[in-house]
T-cell receptor, first 118, second 114 residues
């Protein structure tokens, strides 16, 4: 199946610094990618929809200035957590669907990035 | 927006027995219902999906049923094995474009007792 790769798999950063997480579709193109956050023993909560060449669409309650999303190409979306704080520590997961296959098909998920802010 | 509820939150079954996880959704426009298995520290992996024009789908030991009228869908795992232990999420999606959002249920932690 298609592969979505996230980098890094884990990162530890100091409070107040910014961290960038990359999401790449390795063998397909995606005009839209999705970013989720998952706290321990909880479900995946959709944070935002990343749109290639345009602004991301954020879910209610998600600070767009804190979680910067850039979808510069059909295979890459980045999530930057700015001025990170310990409460931002979480598991961040991206997802994408092949733009040429159609809507009701499998969405592929990355392996996730565990962010720990100390 | 769509709301997906999932039960139970935890489930323990004897190896070889069946496991059933149930979900309900709120948006009658939802038309695609995937199920994901997530192992510790990893992203979710699709195990089976069903579209709204189908009532049941089976893939070896895994089956999913969908009742559109009641807005219920369920996952059935038969002949459970230790490697089935994981967290399972149901999800729902409305719309037909690749940009349509997938909304997840709260998850079920399945444990298989040897």
């Amino acid at each position: 199946g298609a592969v979505v790769s996230q980098h890094p798999s884990w990162v530890i950063c100091k409070s107040g610094t910014s961290v960038k997480i990359e999401c790449r579709s390795l063998d397909f193109q995606a005009t839209t990618m999705f970013w989720y956050r998952q706290f321990p023993k909880q479900s995946l909560m959709l944070m935002a929809t990343s749109n290639e060449g345009s602004k991301a669409t954020y879910e209610q309650g998600v600070e767009k200035d804190k979680f910067l999303i850039n979808h510069a190409s059909l295979t890459l979306s980045t999530l930057t957590v700015t001025s990170a704080h310990p409460e931002d520590s979480s598991f961040y997961i991206c997802s994408a669907r092949d733009m040429y296959v159609g809507g009701n098909t499998e969405a592929f998920f990355g392996q996730g990035t565990r962010l720990t802010v100390v | 927006g769509e709301n997906v509820e999932q039960h139970p939150s935890t489930l323990s079954v004897q190896e070889g027995d069946s496991a059933v996880i149930k979900c309900t959704y709120s948006d009658s426009a939802s038309n695609y219902f995937p199920w994901y298995k997530q192992e510790l520290g990893k992203g979710p992996q699709l195990i089976i999906d069903i579209r709204s024009n189908v009532g049941e789908k089976k893939d070896q030991r895994i089956a999913v049923t969908l009742n559109k009228t009641a807005k219920h869908f369920s996952l059935h795992i038969t002949e459970t094995q230790p490697e089935d232990s994981a967290v399972y999420f149901c999800a729902a999606k409305g719309g037909y474009s690749s940009a349509s959002k997938i909304i997840f249920g709260s998850g079920t932690r399945l444990s298989i007792r040897p």
